[in-house]
């Protein structure tokens, strides 16, 4: 497998990250959607036709902006319209959906779109395996795991500790875990760059990345702060980075 950043900053900007969560896998497993995810896609020269899974963690609009824009583009294509469009996320994605739709106007109508709320049961595109877990940020909010012919790759979206984020992320090749707030600024609802690497240490995951991260995290050791945890490799999120695995 191989993972595309294509965005993991937050709202407020960095040096380092001008877009918002977007994480493309293998070419063409989108997970989350936010602000500069449809620039980053152009951007990366990624063919629109490729990217017809969509996996949203949560409803929050630093994670699904970006959806809109992507769609009016399908729209404008004339061999894109009619391709099929995946949407996957949370219960309640359907009834976000379309009140998102009354947002857009009448031409989101022309679009062929299909949906599926995570529950217990896998999810299956070809080869990959997707399961999802719920996590602590809002009520709906999950995290997910993909496996394909034995490699596993993990998503946390945004969460504050959770049992649900260490038994899902067991053994990973790779795990990108937010890790939003510092020590001292910490909310219960995000990590920080020490739980995730407790998080890491506990399912054994074999390399960590680190995302999502505000400016006073990314103003202290980060790196320093994960590995006094987590004793594996451990990489800092960036734009444009590309991870095989």
Avoid at 13 to 31: A, P, R, T
Wanted: charged share 20%; proline share 4%.
């Amino acid at each position: 497998m191989h993972l595309n950043i294509l965005g993991c900053g937050t709202i407020l900007q960095n040096d380092k990250s001008e877009n918002c969560s977007g994480y493309l896998l293998d070419q063409h497993l989108l997970f989350d959607c936010g602000p500069g995810i449809w620039k980053a896609i152009n951007q990366y020269k990624i063919p629109d036709n490729q990217i017809n899974h969509i996996f949203f963690t949560h409803f929050h609009v630093d994670h699904t902006s970006d959806l809109g824009p992507l769609l009016l583009k399908r729209r404008l294509i004339p061999q894109l319209k009619e391709v099929p469009l995946h949407l996957i996320g949370p219960v309640g994605l359907i009834d976000w959906f379309f009140d998102l739709k009354k947002l857009l106007g009448s031409w989101s109508e022309d679009l062929s779109v299909n949906f599926h709320e995570m529950d217990s049961q896998p999810y299956q595109i070809g080869n990959y395996t997707i399961r999802a877990l719920s996590t602590v940020h809002t009520e709906d909010s999950i995290c997910y795991r993909v496996e394909n012919q034995g490699t596993a790759f993990f998503y946390s979206g945004d969460t504050g500790m959770s049992e649900n984020v260490i038994s899902l992320s067991k053994r990973c090749q790779l795990a990108v875990i937010e890790a939003s707030n510092t020590d001292k600024t910490r909310l219960s609802e995000h990590l920080t760059p020490r739980l995730a690497g407790e998080i890491a240490a506990k399912a054994k995951i074999e390399k960590l990345v680190l995302t999502h991260m505000y400016p006073e995290v990314l103003a202290g050791d980060p790196l320093k702060e994960a590995s006094a945890i987590f004793s594996g490799p451990i990489v800092l999120a960036e734009e444009g980075m590309t991870l095989s695995f």
